[in-house]
């Protein structure tokens, strides 16, 4: 019946060129002044709809009939036809491709509404590239034959499917962390009795979903909500649909990826000493603050904290200080690291080289965790050994790092 109907649907195509001028004939003709004025019957479905090779289409249907001298008998069985690129049936009978008043079609279709409650609703099995065409809608019922010529479907037959949709809630462009967003693949499903299984990367027992569109069409689609954090940016979401084809003996996959770009406050922000180690009264050391944020951090302000309050004592990245004094070695200097945060405040990291004298010998700090507080010590020592170095300043200067 397949290799029949392909036949068929190839004979034809050889008479597209020839009905489609007998289309314009009939449509331009000023004998009419709109198309819907010289029909009985009109559809409602989808103008275009696409679909699988070797899978089916379910076409969307319904219709409506003009009152007239031969009127729709709903006590009476009515019949269904199928036609392809021909408005007359009467004229052109060979051009049906389905009549649900045979038993035997040449093409595999069947209405799955009810048509005495005007529902046309159509499945079109085992489809093949050749029967991308336009159709239109017959319907027989007693007296009343009429034909949907002003309601052509354009049914296009694909050999591979569309990638599925990845879609996420909120704005895409502004994604920031601590943000819950839900993220959606979805695949378009031409025959919901055979729908795609979508699988994807990140919450391995999802399960899809079938659902009925609007115009009644319909999706399949799988959905997991997450909560972002710094660790989403970059991450690609690969979603993957495998479409049953041929009764199930194959199966066509279409994947579709989608990398994250999330916003987020800085993070691993460490300060360092150079040189490292022993520095002696007079010398020249850098004090480096470095954060990974998204965007860059752009700014760094070093404040120096005496008891008149803070002073603003450099900017940038980078703070080059001369160790001289007891004065200035009790003082404490901050780098400031604007925050990005959802409600567009701005907040601060705070770096502090305090006076204390815990037995930490590290000269970097490190904050990875953003609630606690880490110290780390650059140590000044008075001369007790040969191995230490003289200065002026006291026995120990410390480093603080905390998130505000």
């Not at 007790?384 to 200065?391: A, G, H, M, P």
Request: glycine fraction near 4%; charged fraction near 20%.
């Amino acid at each position: 019946m397949k290799e029949e109907c392909e036949s068929f649907m190839a004979v034809l195509s050889v008479n597209v060129v020839t009905v489609n001028m007998l289309l314009s004939v009939f449509f331009l003709s000023g004998v009419f002044a709109r198309c819907e004025d010289t029909v009985g019957l009109s559809i409602t479905a989808p103008k275009q709809m696409e679909a699988l090779s070797g899978s089916c289409l379910q076409i969307p249907c319904s219709f409506s009939v003009k009152t007239g001298e031969a009127t729709f008998d709903n006590k009476r069985t009515p019949y269904a036809v199928w036609m392809k690129n021909n408005l007359s049936f009467a004229t052109n009978p060979n051009f049906v491709v389905f009549n649900s008043s045979k038993p035997d079609n040449i093409c595999h279709m069947k209405i799955i509404g009810n048509l005495s409650e005007k529902n046309c609703t159509t499945l079109f099995n085992n489809l093949t590239s050749s029967q991308s065409d336009r159709y239109f809608f017959r319907i027989e019922n007693g007296p009343f034959r009429a034909t949907a010529a002003c309601d052509a479907l354009h049914i296009t037959v694909k050999d591979s499917p569309e990638k599925p949709r990845i879609e996420m809630s909120g704005d895409v462009k502004e994604l920031k962390e601590k943000e819950s967003v839900t993220i959606t693949c979805s695949a378009f499903t031409p025959c919901p009795h055979s729908p795609p299984q979508l699988t994807w990367n990140l919450q391995q027992d999802s399960h899809s979903q079938t659902e009925e569109n609007t115009h009644g069409t319909f999706t399949t689609k799988i959905q997991h909500s997450i909560t972002l954090s710094h660790t989403h940016d970059g991450y690609n979401i690969t979603c993957s649909a495998r479409y049953p084809v041929d009764e199930g003996k194959h199966v066509i996959t279409s994947e579709t990826e989608e990398t994250l770009s999330v916003s987020y406050a800085p993070k691993d922000t460490s300060a360092s000493i150079s040189p490292s180690g022993l520095v002696s009264a007079g010398s020249w050391v850098n004090l480096s603050c470095s954060s990974r944020a998204k965007p860059p951090v752009s700014s760094f302000t070093w404040f120096k904290i005496t008891s008149d309050g803070p002073v603003n004592v450099s900017e940038g990245q980078i703070y080059t200080l001369k160790v001289t004094n007891v004065i200035e070695t009790y003082e404490e200097f901050h780098p400031q690291i604007p925050v990005h945060e959802t409600e567009e405040e701005l907040h601060y990291g705070d770096i502090s080289f305090l006076n204390w004298r815990p037995e930490a010998s590290s000269v970097s700090v490190q904050d990875s965790r953003q609630q606690e507080t880490v110290y780390a010590q650059v140590k000044m020592s008075k001369p007790e050994s040969s191995s230490t170095v003289t200065t002026t300043g006291p026995e120990d200067l410390y480093a603080q790092i905390k998130r505000k």
